[in-house]
């Protein structure tokens, strides 16, 4: 697998750089938490909210639906599952991170090999989209040993509990939460606690390649 840039012209199917945006107060507030092992994440946190680029993302990003303003960070190397949301999702590092995408078309009856998926450099600071067609999760740490810590922007109320109501479509058993439909692989913790396993093929794991 070749990890390449956000900006090579091969990251357009997958997602835009959002190069209107400031993003240098941000990155102050997000550089406050500490990192931590293994992978944590909030959906909402006032502290980032309250940060000016909030307007923006809101009204121009957006086109002025609620929004909220969260946070993923810790460590991590490996693909584990994939998930998407029935719209956009912002990501902003506050150094170097990798996506790991795919395309909801890819999946064929209801599972997706992960030799589709491909790797992108995201650069600190970089306001990246990642549209709703592409499939997603977890940043990955872009250097050996170190974290990453990424602003995760999305509308409000994704990823809270998911709405109790009765599975009719093999697409509403993929649902873990709101507005957050997961496929998840074999080898991880998610199918564990439930998840359906939706990918086939390797668990793909970078770390040789960072």
């Known amino acids: 697998m070749e990890i390449k840039s956000v900006f090579d012209k091969s ?19 997000m550089d406050k938490v500490d990192y931590r092992e293994g992978v944590s994440y909030e959906p909402s946190m006032a ?22 303003i969260g946070l993923c960070w810790g460590h991590n190397t490996k693909l584990n599952c994939l998930e998407y949301h029935r719209d956009s999702e912002i990501n902003i590092g506050i150094g170097d991170f990798i996506l790991l995408l795919s395309k909801k078309e890819n999946i064929v009856a209801g ?4 030799s589709t998926v491909q790797a992108f450099r995201v650069p600190g600071g970089v306001a990246v989209e990642v549209y709703a067609t592409s499939l997603h ?18 509308p ?14 093999y697409e509403d058993s993929l649902m873990t939460a709101r507005n957050k439909w997961l496929l998840a692989h074999s080898e991880s913790s998610e199918a564990e606690n439930g998840a359906v396993v939706a ?11 960072i």
Request: with cysteine; charged share 35%.
């Open 11 to 29: 990251f357009a199917p997958y997602g835009a750089i959002l190069d209107y945006l400031d993003t240098k107060t941000l990155l102050e507030r």
């Open 47 to 68: 502290e980032l909210e309250e940060d000016p680029i909030f307007d923006c993302l809101r009204e121009s990003t957006f086109g002025g639906m609620p929004i909220e």
């Open 111 to 114: 599972k997706l090999d992960t």
């Open 137 to 154: 999760y977890a940043p990955c740490s872009a250097r050996k040993e170190e974290g990453f810590k990424v602003a995760i922007v999305l």
């Open 156 to 169: 409000k109320g994704t990823n809270e509990e998911r709405p109790d109501f009765p599975i009719r479509c």
């Open 199 to 209: 990918l086939t093929g390797d668990n793909i794991d970078i770390k040789n390649l």
